[in-house]
């Protein structure tokens, strides 16, 4: 079984502060994404990634930055959170083999930012 | 991605069978028909994904029509555990390079009552 992990399950931080969200895939895959979940809007793409050390900018990077130093191990960054950037974050991964379509999601980070 | 039309929601009873049907009229000939599901709290799950034959695996069966404008996900002995929001989705499978994430309708709020 794929099995995606995020470092948290809740978190709460405050306006200002630097926040690391950690994601870590167990299946060599080459792609993983990170994306956040609100109500109303859906799914929307932060950042991706298709290899190590390589990195996209998805629809909505604007405040937030990502680090690939290992295959297995994706990172976001909210440089300065802000009370925008509550939400629930999400990351998966995807293997060339099967697609980018068939993605694999972690079971979330619920980030509240007072 | 939001080219499909869902039920808004549906009931079933525990141990039938959940059909689930999904209209992409506009789906083009290198279309992939794909479909998750969101437990509430988790991350979305990959289901199944099909081009124009039929296909099962160990979770559901996916029924594609022959001029591909709808499909029918089945769910073979619905539990409780299957209570989720089901997405339905067309997408060209391995669609090139570049960030190109997921964007999930509203889909079909699925409730197997006991």
């Known amino acids: 079984d794929v099995k995606v992990t995020q470092s948290s399950r809740y978190l709460v931080k405050r306006t200002g502060e630097k926040v690391f969200l950690e994601c870590v895939q167990d299946m060599d895959h080459e792609n993983m994404f990170w994306y956040r979940q609100d109500p109303g809007l859906g799914l929307r793409l932060i950042y991706f990634?298709?290899?190590?050390?390589?990195?996209e900018k998805g629809d909505i990077p604007e405040g937030y930055s990502v680090s690939r130093e290992k295959k297995e191990r994706f990172s976001l960054i909210l440089e300065s959170a802000s009370t925008n950037q509550t939400s629930m974050y999400l990351c998966?991964?995807?293997?060339?083999?099967?697609?980018?379509?068939?993605?694999?999601f972690g079971p979330g980070t619920r980030l509240l930012v007072l | 991605d939001a080219k499909t039309t869902q039920p808004t929601s549906m009931d079933c009873a525990e141990g039938r069978a959940a059909n689930l049907p999904c209209n992409h009229s506009t789906i083009s000939g290198n279309e992939y028909v794909y479909w998750y599901r969101q437990i509430h709290s988790q991350g979305p799950q990959y289901i199944i994904h099909?081009?124009?034959n039929n296909e099962t695996n160990e979770m559901a069966s996916l029924i594609i029509t022959e001029d591909r404008k709808s499909s029918t996900l089945i769910l073979p002995h619905a539990t409780l555990r299957d209570t989720a929001v089901y997405y339905c989705i067309v997408r060209v499978a391995g669609s090139g390079g570049g960030a190109d994430g997921l964007t999930f309708g509203k889909g079909t709020h699925l409730i197997i009552q006991p």
């Open positions: 099909g081009l124009k």
């Open positions: 990634s298709y290899d190590v050390k390589m990195k």
């Open positions: 998966a991964s995807s293997s060339y083999i099967l697609a980018k379509e068939t993605q694999y």
